[in-house]
């Protein structure tokens, strides 16, 4: 069967993880050091050949599948280093990027500045043509007066257009002839056009999902361009696919279609992993927490399942495409802390990234970071820090914190750490809030799924502010997203516009347009990938509604009104708190979603995994570190984690160490080890009678 890998590429480090034919898994962590991705992912492939003993073509030629996630695109919107991109909208929509949905994203905040378009206003150009509602022509393609108006744009290096007419979704026509205008004039420019982007109505969602895939697109053809002949040198001849932001994934070619969907890429893997603990007869609600290098991402598993949502933004651009219900805030391991003009301490949302890094790494890094607090603090071992591959510089940490933050605020350095390390829990305590209590969650009545080489140092903490009782810490959390990869089957949805009322509706025609999506999608796979229908849905809302609910039908079943019209009812009653069942309201149907899925990469892990030894000494040995529910430094025990036995029981306080993470836990937790995981629960406190 041969090997399969998962490679997530963050903003600090770049996990792999690999598991063999026979169910055996390993890990590697590689620090980014380049600003070509691709190289940092070659030279870390190499590395890790050597750490198995292997030369790096022998150890290539053994893996049969790659999946890849990358936050390369989301990087290129948050920092706006995307392509230079033009908009070619119907006259007089080029200001809707402004006008976004015609409400602030803040209501009671009057003070909001508005986000800032992609595009600037001189590239957004006005383009003759208008179809009505029914796609039927109101206003001629004007193709000469419409070729003068974009040959403004020849001395602006346009690396990328964009393509978003009104009611294209029913009719593209016009969007075909204005990207075949551009050929003719731009042969080498990407285009992008909403009828294959985001073919759907609500007019700005579907301008900037559009404007989005324009934006990333150039940076991502070129990066998938390289990277598969980089592999082939170093003897990869296996099939590589690449993470989308729905958590499934594709093969190469796919990705290029549609490149929005490769934003959140790497991130949108971590809940997948939480299938491969076999926690069995454990809840079905989990929050997922990853703390990386640079970001914290919070998602929820409901029913054993990831939650979606086509409504999300990313720095304050909205993307109509399915992804990961993703909260991401800038508060990881290498989130710089300072005071800032208030004299207030903060911690992110910038990072130090990997390249000059934490202080501590020694790499020119000179801002107090996360991990300087946590080095400080006795959370980190400075010998061990990679396995021991990166020594730690404890006094660059001291002095970074001591200049920039305890000599600013009249205290002393420890006391600063602390106040780093408080600060940036509560932070990652109000993005889960936000993802569950405000979403009608209770963190009480969940698990917390932990994630990322820092996630494990500061949980039990979160956990504690939430009232959460049980974590589940994986043995290799550190590459979470990475594992969760290869857990992530190929996946991809199709969408048609479809508008009837369900009252007295042919649903041969409904049938007849699930199938020509079908058919859609057997023709753009690849031949090897074994391909089903995942789901059938319909978008729906009752007449006169502005916006719509996605709503399931039975995939192996025949169509039933009745049964869909209920299940609309059920989801509305759900989501805004009433329905009108009963009432003779007409429901309208909007769209269909057809989602077709392949066969996971996941090959199950052994049982035997590991360099367990039951007669090991597992203590490491002691050291002094601060523990934030005493409030002071005491003398801890070590663990080694690597070589937990299943069944192994710690009382905190106590220190796991491992080669990519630590757990801490607290005085007032216990931590099992487990085959695939470590489990780690609040102490039951015992009432004593007077």
């Known amino acids: 069967m041969g090997n399969v890998m998962g490679i997530d590429a963050g903003g600090t480090f770049i996990d792999y993880y690999l598991i063999d034919e026979f169910g055996q898994y390993k890990s590697y962590k590689k620090l980014r050091q380049f600003n070509e991705l691709q190289i940092d992912i070659i030279n870390g492939l190499v590395e890790f050949a050597v750490e198995l003993g292997l030369g790096v073509s022998e150890f290539m030629e053994q893996v049969n599948t790659i999946v890849h996630g990358t936050t390369l695109t989301t990087n290129a919107v948050l920092t706006r280093t995307g392509a230079r991109t033009a908009l070619l909208t119907t006259e007089g929509l080029i200001d809707l990027l402004e006008m976004r949905q015609g409400a602030r994203d803040d209501v009671y905040n009057n003070h909001r500045t508005p986000w800032i378009p992609l595009i600037a206003r001189d590239l957004r150009i ?48 016009y969007e075909l ?16 056009m909403s009828n294959e982007i985001f073919p759907r109505p609500h007019l700005y969602r579907r301008v900037s999902t559009t404007v989005l895939d324009a934006y990333v697109a150039p940076l991502l053809k070129n990066y998938l361009g390289s990277l598969p002949q980089s592999l082939k040198t170093i003897g990869f001849k296996g099939q590589l696919f690449i993470m989308q932001s729905n958590g499934g994934s594709v093969e190469v070619l796919e990705a290029n279609q549609i490149p929005v969907k490769s934003i959140l890429s790497g991130p949108a893997a971590g809940p997948s992993a939480l299938k491969m603990m076999e926690l069995n007869g454990e809840s079905d609600e989990y929050i997922v927490m990853d703390m990386g290098g640079t970001s914290f991402e919070v998602s929820i598993i409901k029913d054993g399942y990831s939650v979606l949502d086509d409504n999300k933004s990313v720095n304050g651009h909205l993307i109509g495409v399915p992804l990961i219900d993703l909260h991401t ?9 300072g005071v800032d003009l208030n004299g207030m301490l903060f911690v992110g949302p910038e990072s130090a990234e990997a390249i000059p890094g ?54 002393n350095v420890i006391q600063a750490a602390v106040g780093i390390f408080k600060l940036i829990n509560v932070e990652m305590a109000l993005a889960i809030k936000e993802v569950t209590l405000e979403k009608g969650f209770d963190p009480r009545h969940m698990n917390l799924f932990v994630g990322g080489g820092a996630g494990p140092i500061h949980a039990a903490y979160l956990a504690d502010q939430l009232g959460i009782k049980k974590l589940i810490i994986p043995r290799e959390s550190s590459v979470m997203c990475a594992a969760g990869m290869l857990n992530c089957s190929y996946r991809r949805e199709y969408y048609k516009f479809f508008h009837k009322k369900t009252e007295g509706m042919d649903l041969a025609v409904l049938e007849e347009t699930f199938q020509e999506l079908w058919l859609e999608a057997r023709e753009n796979v690849i031949d090897f990938i074994s391909l089903y229908i995942e789901s059938k849905k319909v978008y729906m809302r009752y007449e006169g509604q502005h916006h719509e609910l996605l709503v399931e039908c039975e995939k192996d079943k025949k169509l039933d009104i009745e049964c869909i019209q209920e299940n ?53 040995g002691h050291r002094q570190a601060y523990f934030d529910e005493m409030d002071k430094f005491i003398n801890v025990p070590v663990y080694d984690g690597d070589t937990m036995t299943d069944g192994y029981k710690v009382n905190g306080p106590a220190i796991i160490e491992q080669k990519h993470t630590t757990v801490v836990v607290p005085s007032d937790y216990y931590l099992v080890a487990e085959m695939h995981n470590f489990t780690m629960c609040k102490m039951q406190k015992v009432l004593k009678k007077n």
């Open 177 to 192: 002839e204005m990207a075949a205008l551009i050929r003719e004039n731009w042969p080498n420019v990407h285009i992008s």
């Open 126 to 173: 006005p383009i003759k043509e208008r179809l009505n509602y029914e796609g039927a022509t109101i206003v001629r393609f004007d193709r000469k007066k419409n070729l003068e108006r974009i040959r403004r744009l020849k001395d602006q290096n346009i690396e990328s257009f964009a393509i978003a007419f009104a009611h294209s979704y029913i009719n593209p026509k």
């Open 568 to 620: 609309f009812h059920q989801q509305h009653l759900k989501v805004y708190g009433y329905n009108l069942a009963g009432r003779h309201t007409e429901i309208e149907i909007v769209g269909v979603l057809l989602t077709v899925g392949g066969e996971p990469h996941y090959i199950p892990r052994s049982k035997t995994e590991g360099d367990w030894h039951v007669d090991k000494t597992l203590i490491k």
């Open 358 to 411: 934490p202080a501590c790494y020694d790499l020119n890094g000179t801002h107090p970071t996360c991990t300087d607090a946590d080095l400080l603090l006795g959370l980190i071992n400075p010998e061990y820090f990679l396995g021991g591959r990166l020594k730690l510089k404890y006094e660059k940490s001291w002095q970074a914190i001591k200049t920039e933050i305890a000599d600013c605020l009249g205290i």
């Open 329 to 337: 805030i800038g508060s990881g391991g290498g989130s710089l802390a």
